[in-house]
């Protein structure tokens, strides 16, 4: 079955750039979205299509998709930017693939 | 607005059959513009995504699931529903339903908005 990888948790300070990866064979020959999610939320869409963001979201989110992987870029972090971030992808095999999730903190 | 609720027991014992429901407003089932999906997240874990469902009642699961999944859908009452068999304590999660947005000729799909979710555990 199809999988993709992130790191449990990237710290960042306030005003800087965060970046998340993930990373899954051919990666970049699928697209890939990414959700955040607060303590006791449910997850909110916050890429899709590898780059687009939807209606609603700060700017200071984005993303990209090469080769093996797919990077959600924060820039200008802010506190309220504090949560988990789940990357996903879609196999024709398995469905919806989710990663670990990776916990930003910012300090 | 499209806004998702999830109905159902917070209580189930092992080998009982959980019954969720999804209730959706702001949007209509029977458009046939979207998939509906279930996903769940054990306490502390990450998401898991169980299967979806379209108008035509064409249904998609996970291969680790679909064996004990059964998804359906009531146009009339704008909801559709999950059946998951044989529970175990392993079940135990926070189960949300979420719109899918399937486009497969772009090969792009994700999930937007979620309900809030349904926290079931499984227990004797």
């Known amino acids: 079955s199809y999988e993709v990888t992130q790191p449990p948790s990237v710290s960042v300070s306030p005003g800087q750039t965060a970046s998340i990866t993930c990373s899954g064979h051919?990666?970049?020959?699928?697209?890939v979205c990414w959700y955040q999610q607060k303590p006791g939320q449910s997850p909110v869409l916050v890429i899709y299509?590898?780059?687009k963001r939807p209606s609603g979201i700060p700017e200071r989110f984005s993303g990209s998709n090469s080769d093996h992987i797919a990077t959600l870029t924060i820039s200008g972090t802010q506190a309220m930017d504090e949560a988990d971030y789940y990357c996903?992808?879609?196999?024709?095999?398995?469905?919806?693939?989710f990663g670990s999730g990776t916990r930003v903190t910012v300090l | 607005q499209v806004q998702l609720q999830e109905s159902g027991p917070g209580l189930m014992k092992p080998s009982q059959t959980l019954s969720l429901t999804c209730t959706v407003s702001?949007?209509?089932?029977?458009?046939?513009?979207?998939?509906w999906s279930w996903i769940r997240q054990p306490a502390g874990k990450g998401l898991e995504w169980i299967g979806r469902?379209?108008?035509?009642?064409?249904?998609n699961s996970n291969p680790s699931l679909q064996s004990r999944v059964t998804i359906s859908m009531d146009t009339s009452k704008n909801q559709f529903s999950l059946n998951l068999s044989s529970m175990t304590a392993a079940d135990t999660a926070v189960y949300f339903c979420?719109?899918?947005?399937?486009?497969?000729?772009?090969?792009?799909?994700?999930?937007?908005?979620w309900g809030p979710g349904i926290l079931v555990t499984v227990s004797s």
């Open positions: 979420a719109r899918d947005h399937v486009n497969n000729a772009l090969g792009s799909f994700h999930l937007d908005p």
């Open positions: 702001g949007d209509s089932l029977s458009s046939g513009n979207n998939y």
């Open positions: 469902i379209y108008v035509s009642g064409s249904t």
């Open positions: 051919r990666l970049g020959d699928k697209y």
């Open positions: 299509q590898d780059t």
């Open positions: 996903q992808a879609w196999d024709s095999s398995t469905g919806y693939v």
